[in-house]
Structures are given as C-alpha cells and as structure tokens.
T-cell receptor, first 114, second 117 residues
Framework: KQEVTQIPAALSVPEGENLVLNCSFT??????LQWFRQDPGKGLTSLLL?????REQTSGRLNASLDKSSGRSTLYIAASQPGDSATYLC?????????????FGKGTLLTVNP | GAGVSQSPSNKVTEKGKDVELRCDPI?????LYWYRQSLGQGLEFLIY????????KSGLPSDRFSAERTGGSVSTLTIQRTQQEDSAVYLC???????????????FGEGSRLTVL
C-alpha cells in the first residue's frame, strides 16, 4: 500500500527566505505526482504536476523535482512571501491499476513571517 | 462555470439525519472525484466517476454513503443516518480524463464542511 510522508509537518520562516518542502513515497511505481496548496477553510489549488518521466517542473517562484527511484519529491519556493503561508500537500497517482486514486500526504503547514 | 462549485459550504446536522452534498464540476471535465478530509488526516478517496462508465465506489466507507452523477455533470454525495464520525470536509474535484482512465491535473472545489452533532 502506497504511503506518502511529508516532512516537516510545520515550517516557519522569515519573509524572503528560500525554502524546501519534502515529500516521500514508498512505492516508486507512480504515474504522476502533484503538489497542491490549501488555504485555511478552502479547497486545494493545484500548483505543479510532474509526470513520472519528468525530473522537474517550474512555475514562477516554485520548482518541484521528482526522483522516482528514491521515492522523493521536493517543492522549492524562492523568495518566500507572507502570501505563501498555507498548507502544502503532495499526492501520487499509481502507475498500475486505478491511477485516479491519489494518495495524499498530510501536508506541511508553512508560515512566512513578514 | 469557471471552477468546481460545491454546496453547501457548511452543514450542521443531527446524528441520524440524512445529508446531500452537491458538486458542479468544471465544464468539459469528464472525470469527477469525491475525497474526504478529516481533522488531522490526509485526504481519503471516496468515489470516482468517468464519463458513462460505472463509478469506482471502492472508497465509500459504508453503505450509508452513496453518490450519483446525473447527465455526466453534477454529482450528489448522500450520507444516510449520519454519525459523528462522518464529520469532515468533503471535497470534490474534476479533471480531464484521457483514454484508459489516465487522469490529468485535478481541480478541487472549496469543500463542504459537515458537522454531525
């Protein structure tokens, strides 16, 4: 059974700092991996989707990398801003079987202090 | 619509009552998902609809839960005889789906927060 772990569970940084969020998964047979952002009381917003054949994806100040063989992904946020404060979730889609059944981590709560 | 729309945004009900949660996906998205997010837990898959195919209901936690999708668009998740452990945020998502059921990027609604007293 796939398990997704996100470390740290919470992170507090000063504004302007570059930071890395980590996601690990136990079964490397994945179809894709997605990073989401969730603001308090809100739904999830998709940030980046990485196909299993890709190494990284970039969007603005965000860069997500994927090392499928080691079961790891990182989300790099450059020049963090208070507006980046949210919970960041990663989710993997299985390669075999029902690839629509995403397995989510429990998220990293990020606080960026002005 | 521009995004996935869910209603109600908040629902407080008494134990034993039935509730219906509604999801209106992004126009043109053939795949629709329901997930549940409980306090301190990760998101839990409930059910998946794709076009006219039979839905995958394998994630529904008990037979008190059911869902339907009418006309390939709007979906309703129904919980009968609610219990306190049903309290959670119920999230709906939609995506484009390619042949073979391979899914693309998921777009989530803001969720329906259910509180069972």
């Amino acid at each position: 059974k796939q398990e997704v772990t996100q470390i740290p569970a919470a992170l507090s940084v000063p504004e302007g700092e570059n930071l890395v969020l980590n996601c690990s998964f136990t079964d490397s047979a994945i179809y894709n991996l997605q990073w989401f952002r969730q603001d308090p009381g809100k739904g999830l917003t998709s940030l980046l989707l990485i196909q299993s054949s890709q190494r990284e994806q970039t969007s603005g100040r965000l860069n997500a990398s994927l090392d499928k063989s080691s079961g790891r992904s990182t989300l790099y946020i450059a020049a963090s801003q208070p507006g980046d404060s949210a919970t960041y979730l990663c989710a993997v889609s299985p390669l075999r079987g029902s690839n629509y059944k995403l397995t989510f981590g429990k998220g990293t709560l990020l606080t960026v202090n002005p | 619509g521009a995004g996935v729309s869910q209603s109600p945004s908040n629902k407080v009900t008494e134990k034993g009552k039935d509730v219906e949660l509604r999801c209106d996906p992004i126009s043109g998205h053939t795949a629709l998902y329901w997930y549940r997010q409980s306090l301190g837990q990760g998101l839990e898959f409930l059910i998946y609809f794709q076009g006219n195919s039979a839905p995958d209901k394998s994630g529904l936690p008990s037979d008190r839960f059911s869902a339907e999708r009418t006309g390939g668009s709007v979906s309703t998740l129904t919980i009968q005889r609610t219990q306190q452990e049903d309290s959670a945020v119920y999230l709906c998502a939609s995506s484009l789906a390619r042949r073979g059921g391979i899914t693309g990027e998921l777009f989530f609604g803001e969720g329906s927060r259910l509180t069972v007293l």
